[in-house]
């Protein structure tokens, strides 16, 4: 499955231009479940992108840890969730040099939540690559009670914190890598439109 | 163009046999806008018939709203501005100055700042000093100059380990693979100077994995001189010569024709003017155009870019 093309929206919604070999220069590599296959295409481009780097998956349920551990990468490690890999990353991240290549590939809630954590160390944009793989599940901030639902696919969908009925929108906030949601029923509560599977 | 003041110059000092440092104060004491760390303001000189207007940036307390400090290094092959403000200026001159524009501003997500200064090239820094000093935020200067008459900021800089200078006369030369290796996530470049050290340390960015976001620059640049040409303009089909010591737009001013501006040294975009017929080479200066629009030869950044063969035509 290659990179997911999104459909040209507001300028804030994230488009993902793929991932490039930087070479053998330091990095660390981020993936999440069909992010994998996203790495493995870029180890084929050029395999000297594995000798300096740190290599974290997050399978949620993929079946490529395997293959992605035999790559060869300087470090690899597994972690069950994308919350429990946040303190390998974050130091990682925090001990990194300028120089060091960000390779992110999967879903949108790992790849926003990881870049927001980037920008707030002071990387520019610039210096971030990233690649959509698998679910077009979107990372959704309710902005009424600021809680995250994660893999959202559907619109309207139910807040998981505040239990609010929510708009989706292509509205993304880079600082906290989550797209906002808006109470769908607040002037005629209950009149909810039907729901839909988002697309890409 | 910018909003202008009518200031008075109180303070003529030379730092070094080619460097002077210049204070500007409003004639009745009035407070002057104040302005952020990088920032220039372009002054005007009635130099006999033309009118020059040269940008020079601020090296004083940013948050010093009682006068505006520039430092001019005299340029012996310029076009003649700096001379002008060597040999005429002096105490109780008044000259109008624009207020405060900054193109070369400290990066506020930047975590670490890195400062690369060659010759007058020195001259954002100081005020950029001041700033990262009210922020305190972590940062280290690397000065290179090629000698100690050149090096004016050695009077102006604070003592600080953060500091380090190059004296190339001296036989020290900044190495910049070192500077640009082992930085700390978050940092950010920031290099002012002669072309050959902003590409220079460009370069080595691009070769060490730096991302182009985290690199800053600001070309020391006016214009330069060079050999008399003729434009026309294609709306009234008159024509302008340019003499060898004018830049285009100094010419187009000269002839009463409106160009906006700012920055005067090819950097803000501001003065960009569509080319309606060129037969003949444009000398691209600016650092505004992309290759590609340089080699079309349909647009023409007047602040900078001079002309050499047998036809210009400019799109007013
Ligand atoms: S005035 Fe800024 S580019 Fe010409």
Known sequence: ?200 | MSKQMMLEVTEVEPLTPLVTRFRFEHPEKAPLPIFSGGAHVVVEMPDGEMLRRNAYSLISDPNDASGYEIAVRREETGRGGSRYMHSEVTPGTRMRISVPTNLFALDPRARKHVLIAGGIGITPFLSHLRQLDLLQQPFELHYAARSRDEAAGLKLLPKSARIHVQISDEGNRMDLGEILTDQPIGTHVYVCGPEGLISAVLDAAARHGWPKGALHSEAFASPPPGKPFTVTLAKSGRTIEVSASQSLLEALEAAKVEIDWSCRGGACGRCETKVAACDGQIEHNDHWLSRDERAEQKKIMPCMSRFTGAALVLDL
């Open chain 1, 1 to 200: 499955m290659p990179n997911t093309s999104f459909s040209p929206s507001i300028e804030s919604r994230p488009t993902y231009a793929g991932l490039v070999p930087q070479g053998s220069a330091p990095s660390i590599m981020i993936a999440d479940a069909e992010g994998a296959e996203a790495i493995m295409d870029l180890a084929e481009r050029d395999a000297a992108v594995l000798d300096q780097a740190h290599l974290i998956y997050i399978p949620k349920g993929a079946k490529f840890g395997s293959k992605l551990a035999e790559l060869g990468a300087k470090g690899y490690h597994e972690e069950a969730s994308l919350d429990a890999a946040m303190a390998l990353i974050n130091r990682l991240l925090g001990s990194a040099h300028m120089g060091t290549q960000l390779y992110l590939a999967g879903s949108e809630g790992m790849m926003g939540r990881v870049s927001a954590l980037a920008l707030s160390l002071g990387l520019p944009l610039d210096a971030i690559q990233m690649e959509h793989r698998g679910s077009i599940g979107r990372p959704m901030q309710c902005v009424h009670c600021k809680g995250v639902t994660q893999d959202v696919t559907t619109d309207p969908f139910t807040c998981s914190h505040c239990g609010l009925t929510l708009f989706v929108r292509d509205h993304f906030s880079r600082r906290l890598g989550v797209f906002q949601a808006v109470c769908v029923d607040a002037e005629t509560p209950g009149v909810v439109p039907e729901i839909q599977e988002i697309t890409a």
